[in-house]
């Protein structure tokens, strides 16, 4: 809440996860599809 108010940007910001959140999506792909999902095709 502080960081709402006062326009910091928190610990943690979402640029922080954005590689984790890439690894979690490669993953689902990857059980979906059944093949190789490169980890470096869904960053930019």
Not at 17 to 24: E, G, K, P, R, S
Request: with cysteine; charged share 25%.
């Amino acid at each position: 809440m502080d960081c709402l108010g006062t326009g910091k940007e928190p610990q943690t910001s979402g640029r922080d996860n954005l590689q984790t959140l890439a690894l979690v999506e490669a993953v689902y792909r990857s059980a979906a599809r059944a093949e190789t999902v490169r980890l470096r095709d869904l960053l930019p």
